[in-house]
């Protein structure tokens, strides 16, 4: 059935103002939308409402004139562990078959089939815990394409998949969807633009700005895109042009002998890595090849074989870093501790500068990200892209030595993905150096001082970008 909505008004309760004011959408059965806007635009707020997950499963308060939606939805969300109910990879999907009535004989044919759909090689009874981000990922849009629901609702199903996996992953489902009607919310736009009927622009304040078929909303409302800091497939025309990075002599961080297993395999042999001041390093690989993990090695945060140096010092334990060098996770969730957004960053900073100039730098790092018209909101509370950037400005607050990102512009659009890159390239030209895992071509062949790449358990290097 189609879905309609009309004079939608939504105001989340600690709030100052509406999300949503007056609202009009209508998506026909069987259309295909994409839906675009910056970040905190409210764009995952609305396919909640689309999909009747707010209010009757988010409980927040909305009213419209008229409200009709899907009878039945499938779902694939930004952080797939908010979805998963189940510890195995085969009881998860079985799960979802179970709530369709399909017979046992049949569940591990149709397992298979789900699973070889969107490319995720491992062993049904495999603990989901136990796999990376983007593997996740894939379990997630399994178990979707597993309900045969009428009406499917995409929240950034790509984002920690790399760009194989990501094309792959959109071609599949454009083949499957058939007449079913499909809502997709997507930065990642390259693979998907051309196979939407219709793309919904949504402005800064919520509202729907315009809406058109992709070819006449690439054509007509290029300058609007722009603005308002949407992805769409010429964005990087618009990419900062940086100066070449130079590292110094200095090494910071050094392994030896590394060697990571998960669960009885081995995953990483690595016999050296060097790590020096001032470098900007990309680390990349399919999904699964173990970047995360390494990554949380050299953190010292799970157990591996070999030694860590840390400026000449072999590392024991996490806590010998002692702020030089600092990490920001793929879910930023795990590392917020206080109950304000301006909170989080000035308990860093606070720790480094008298209290009148902490409180400078902290206005100037959440004007910088974009983050001050939010800054006594919930960490909780705001959109992925902020709080991505939020867990960005924390970890830049205190100045460390290396900092450490796993995805860093996941859930950005244009604009503050290009601010976080400015600042990033400032932070190394000062010293810092940055380790950032990225499944993005662009900021590969454009940025890093050095490329890192694992396959096969075996790390490489690639040089480095182009400017």
């Known amino acids: 059935m189609a879905i309609t909505v009309e004079k939608l008004r939504l105001k989340f309760p600690e709030a100052e103002s509406r999300l949503f004011t007056d609202l009009d959408l209508e998506i026909a059965e069987g259309e295909k939308v994409l839906i675009v806007g910056p970040s905190g635009s409210g764009k995952s707020t609305l396919l909640n409402v689309l999909g009747g997950l707010i209010p009757n499963v988010i409980q927040v308060p909305i009213k419209a004139d008229k409200l009709e939606l899907a009878e039945s939805g499938a ?19 079985a799960f979802v078959m179970e709530n369709r009535q399909v017979k046992v004989e049949e569940m591990d044919q149709q397992i298979k089939e789900a699973l070889d759909t969107v490319g995720l090689d491992v062993a049904p009874d495999t603990p989901i815990q136990t796999l990376s981000g983007g593997m996740k990922q894939k379990l997630a849009i399994a178990g979707s394409l597993l309900q045969r629901a009428d009406t499917l609702f995409f929240d950034e199903p790509t984002s920690m998949l790399d760009d194989g996996s990501a094309a792959h992953l959109w071609e599949t489902i454009h083949k499957m969807w058939g007449d079913r009607t499909v809502v997709i919310i997507e930065h990642r736009v390259e693979d998907i633009w051309d196979k939407v009927d219709r793309v919904i622009l949504m402005d800064d304040a919520g509202q729907i700005n315009s809406t058109a078929s992709p070819d006449v909303m690439l054509r007509n409302h290029r300058d609007a895109l722009d603005a308002f800091g949407v992805w769409h497939p010429e964005s990087w025309h618009n990419a900062p042009m940086l100066p070449d990075i130079k590292a110094q002599s200095e090494t910071l961080l050094e392994a030896r002998n590394l060697k990571i297993r998960r669960g009885k395999k081995q995953l990483l042999d690595i016999a050296g890595l060097e790590i020096r001041k001032g ?109 991505r950037r939020l867990s960005v400005a924390t970890a830049s607050g205190g100045i460390p030595e290396i900092i450490i990102l796993d995805e860093p512009t996941f859930g950005l ?41 694992i396959a096969g358990g075996i790390l490489t290097e690639r040089g480095a970008g182009r400017c």
């Not at 940055?434 to 490329?451: A, C, G, L």
Request: without cysteine; negative net charge.
């Open 75 to 93: 779902y694939v969300f930004q952080d797939p562990d908010a979805q998963f109910t189940m510890p195995t990879v085969s009881e998860e999907l």
């Open 279 to 387: 470098e900007w390093i990309t680390l990349e690989g399919d999904n699964g090849t173990g970047k995360t993990s390494l990554l949380l090695a050299l953190m010292k945060l799970i157990s591996s074989e070999g030694d860590i140096y840390f400026k000449g010092r072999r590392v024991k334990r996490t806590k010998q870093y002692k702020g030089a060098v600092y990490p920001v996770f793929q879910n930023p969730e795990m590392q917020f501790i206080t109950n304000t957004v301006v909170d989080e960053v000035f308990i860093n900073l606070e720790l480094h500068y008298d209290k009148k100039e902490a409180k400078q730098r902290t206005e100037a790092l959440l004007e910088r990200l974009g983050l001050e018209n939010i800054q006594h909101l919930h960490p909780l509370e705001i959109s992925t892209g902020q709080k």
């Open 413 to 453: 659009d244009q604009r503050h993905a290009f601010r976080l890159i400015e600042m990033l390239h400032d932070m190394v030209q000062s010293g810092t150096t940055i380790i950032m895992i990225t499944h993005d071509e662009e900021i590969k062949v454009r940025y890093p001082s050095r490329r890192l790449h």
